[in-house]
């Protein structure tokens, strides 16, 4: 039985963790309670497409779950009241690049309505600290002559995903500065890799595609650099953020962002997505050159994007743990042997398989 207990004198922290049935957040709740083994922990997520009940399986039994949409004011208060968690950590948003195309609006309801009635919640049933996590995607792209961005840098996104992520950052900056007593946080990170990832996303979709016979779809040229970290690597820094003792941001953060409580989180590790497929292809043992296919590339796609996380390393001590090669190997692994886990979700959620080629300029259709 969970061991949460409502309303009572509780001695040890409470975590409300949101997101907590999707890739990254299923993955800090499993750190957490090996972090902290005495840590009381209310998983929140409303099993939107992203969602799986199973990837908590396991510890289910030390964390309670309330499936809750963290856009609902009324649902979110009536929540903190009952929990009264210490500790928030908002990874809850939806995610998908592709699906934001196709559906922009409720991409906006979690990324920006979610991220305000989130530090709303913790405004009116006060929390020791919040972390708003956010993603490398709000600074937009990054051009190619340039050496990375930083907390300094403007937010400049340009798709529905990032845009709506952007939109959510703004407000949390908002609540950061007009209310500097809530410790609200925020990270920004980059790609992210690991177990429990919906196999839509590039590294799941190519070993599940392999395992089934099927060639790992590139988009376009497969030349998009992207920034990898693993993601206990980027747990372990979102916790470090929960729990840092940072002062209140000065007023002069108003006109220089870095020194908001604002942490770019990322292992410097640039990689095209060829590349990772490559890389993919070739740790199952198989021939790239027999087993990639290029695909028409999605509207608007990003080129490059990359971070650095000197503020993160240099004020609280993070560094990144995890080596990319045998992290990725490892995760393919993974993959192999959760075969299980992921034909499940294939088989009761489908598969995106969008075909981009076929799509007039214009005329994107909706989901
Ligand atoms: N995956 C990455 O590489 C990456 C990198 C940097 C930052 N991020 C950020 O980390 C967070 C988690 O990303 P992820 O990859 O785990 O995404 P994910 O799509 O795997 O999981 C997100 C979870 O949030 C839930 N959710 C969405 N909207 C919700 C709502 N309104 N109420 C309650 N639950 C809701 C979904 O059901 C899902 O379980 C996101 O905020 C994302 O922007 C992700």
């Given amino acids: 039985?969970?061991?949460?207990?409502?309303?009572?004198?509780?001695?040890?922290?409470?975590?409300?963790?949101?997101?907590?049935a999707g890739f990254i957040g299923a993955n800090y709740v499993r750190h957490l309670l090996e972090w902290e083994a005495d840590a009381e922990v209310v998983a929140v997520d409303y099993l939107g497409f992203a969602g799986n009940r199973s990837n908590l399986d396991g510890v289910s039994d030390r964390v309670v779950f309330e499936q809750a949409d963290i856009a609902d004011l009324d649902t979110m208060r009536a929540l903190y009241r009952r929990y009264r968690p210490d500790h928030v950590v908002n990874f809850a948003a939806e995610s998908h690049n592709d699906r934001a195309i196709l559906d922009p609006s409720l991409f906006m309801r979690s990324n920006?309505?979610?991220a305000q009635v989130m530090a709303e919640c913790s405004r009116l049933v006060p929390v020791r600290s919040h972390v708003h996590v956010s993603t490398i995607e709000v600074y937009g792209e990054l051009p190619s002559r340039s050496a990375c961005f930083t907390e300094r840098s403007p937010l400049n996104a340009k798709t529905p995903y990032s845009a709506a992520k952007a939109a959510g950052d703004q407000i949390v900056r908002a609540y950061m500065q007009t209310y500097p007593e809530l410790n609200i946080r925020m990270t920004h990170c980059a790609n992210n890799y690991g177990p429990f990832q919906m196999p839509e996303k590039l590294v799941p979709l190519a070993v599940t595609n392999l395992l089934r016979g099927r060639k790992v779809p590139v988009y376009g040229d497969g030349l998009q650099r992207r920034d990898w970290l693993h993601v206990t690597d980027h747990c372990a820094a979102v916790h470090r953020v929960l729990h840092a003792d940072l002062q209140p941001p000065p007023p002069e953060a108003a006109t220089a962002p870095e020194l908001l409580p604002i942490f770019d989180v990322s292992a410097r590790h640039e990689v095209t997505n060829v590349e990772i497929a490559r890389r993919v292809v070739t740790a199952l043992?198989?021939?790239?050159?027999?087993?990639?296919?290029?695909?028409?590339?999605?509207?608007?796609?990003?080129?490059?994007y990359l971070i650095d996380p000197s503020k993160i390393e240099t004020q609280l001590g993070w560094r990144p743990v995890h080596e990319f090669d045998a992290g990725l190997v490892g995760t393919v692994d993974w993959y192999v042997e959760q075969r299980p886990w992921w034909e499940r979700i294939l088989e009761t959620k489908g598969e995106l398989g969008f075909d981009w080629g076929a799509v007039r300029p214009g005329h994107v259709p909706s989901r």
């Fill in 1 to 20: 039985m969970p061991r949460v207990a409502r309303s009572q004198e509780l001695t040890m922290p409470v975590y409300l963790v949101t997101g907590a």
């Fill in 112 to 114: 920006a309505l979610g």
């Fill in 285 to 304: 043992g198989m021939d790239p050159s027999e087993w990639i296919e290029h695909i028409p590339d999605r509207p608007n796609h990003d080129r490059r």
